[in-house]
Antibody, heavy 125, light 108 residues
């Protein structure tokens, strides 16, 4: 049974870089898209970006200038770096797996079929 | 437009049916997913491809999608169904997801 686990500091100072790692256990990291999604307190879900095991990435345009997602296939891990954080970046950060579902001819959708439990990161001095 | 609109809350008595709407331009042409998020927990996929249920999701959960509105229905609502429910589509042109703002289910 594949499981995801986020890890990293729970407190980051303003203007610094937030760094988190997601460890994939019980299965391989290859052949899937892996995502970071965050949720500010009392708010909805915000997609941050994804990485494929080849290293291909795609980021939310609103965060693109500050986000880097990387993968280490040898460790079955992928990571998030978010730079120049402010209090507005305080959130629960989730890692999640994308499943691609094909229907019709060449038509597909993607959704998140597996999530980590989430980790709260607070930005404060 | 890839904006998905959900009402902030829905209230329903136990045993009744709860309906959640997700509005968007021509959303009927897209595949819609629904997630349930209970307090303090990660979201869980309850419907994909408009109306398909993942393994382990009760038959009480159903979905439909037409024209400008997708709907998640939960029949025979239980207290344990209290949660936030989010709709999601995938934007193929930008290759990223779009989430609705979520609807909180209150079981009376």
């Amino acid at each position: 049974q594949v499981q995801l686990q986020e890890s990293g500091p729970g407190l980051v100072k303003p203007s610094e870089t937030l760094s988190l790692t997601c460890t994939v256990s019980g299965g391989s990291i290859t052949n899937y898209y892996w995502n970071w999604i965050r949720q500010s307190p009392g708010k909805g879900l915000e997609w941050i970006g994804y990485i494929y095991n080849s290293g291909t990435t795609n980021y939310n345009p609103s965060l693109k200038s500050r986000v880097t997602i990387s993968v280490d296939t040898s460790k079955n891990q992928f990571s998030l770096k978010l730079s120049s954080v402010t209090a507005a970046d305080t959130a629960v950060f989730y890692c999640a797996r994308t499943h691609t579902y094909y229907y019709g001819s060449g038509t597909y959708t993607r959704y998140f079929d597996l999530w980590g439990r989430g980790t709260l990161v607070t930005v404060s001095s | 437009s890839n904006v998905l609109t959900q009402p902030p809350s829905v209230s329903v008595a136990p045993g009744k049916t709860a309906n959640f709407t997700c509005g968007g331009d021509n959303i009927g042409t897209k595949s819609v997913q629904w997630y349930q998020q209970k307090p303090g927990q990660a979201p869980v996929l309850v419907i994909f491809y408009d109306s398909a249920r993942p393994s382990g999701i009760p038959e009480r959960f159903s979905g439909s999608n037409s024209e400008n509105t997708a709907t998640l229905s939960i029949s025979r609502v239980e207290a344990g169904d209290e949660a936030d429910y989010y709709c999601q589509v995938w934007d193929g042109s930008s290759d990223h997801p779009v989430f609705g703002g979520g609807t909180k289910l209150n079981v009376l």
